[in-house]
Nanobody, 122 residues
Framework: QVQLVESGGGLVQAGGSLRLSCAASGSIGSINAMGWYRQAPGKQRGLVATITSASRSNYADSVQGRFTISRDNAKNTVYLQMNSLKPEDTAVYYC????????????????WGQGTQVTVSS
């Protein structure tokens, strides 16, 4: 019903930058929070950053000051600008959205993208 498609991952040297995008499509009434999570090999998936429909953002301590999350509500798209990348940022990055399937609905559902690989070389 709702698809999240990520793009923008890749290989970058330490200190470099990448910009991830995630576009939501399908039966969307409204989108509440959107965000990015990441999972490194052998580790659990964890929060990177989230942003509300009112553009209030929240960041993991490890990325504060280096990453910036933003969203375009008209395009149902969330972005993650990643600067000063470190090898420890290497992970699969997943987009997440909390979506109501119809306008004025109070029923929200959680959706995940398929993930995009970010690799930072030292």
């Amino acid at each position: 019903q709702v698809q999240l498609v990520e793009s923008g991952g890749g290989l970058v040297q330490a200190g470099g930058s990448l910009r991830l995008s995630c576009a939501a499509s399908g039966s969307i009434g409204s989108i509440n929070a959107m965000g990015w999570y990441r999972q490194a090999p052998g580790k659990q998936r964890g929060l990177v950053a989230t942003i509300t429909s009112a553009s209030r953002s929240n960041y993991a301590d490890s990325v504060q000051g280096r990453f910036t999350i933003s969203r375009d509500n008209a395009k149902n798209t969330v972005y993650l600008q990643m600067n000063s990348l470190k090898p420890e940022d290497t992970a699969v990055y997943y987009c997440h959205a909390v979506v109501a399937l119809s306008l004025n609905s109070d029923n929200y559902y959680s959706y995940w993208g398929q993930g995009t690989q970010v690799t930072v070389s030292s």
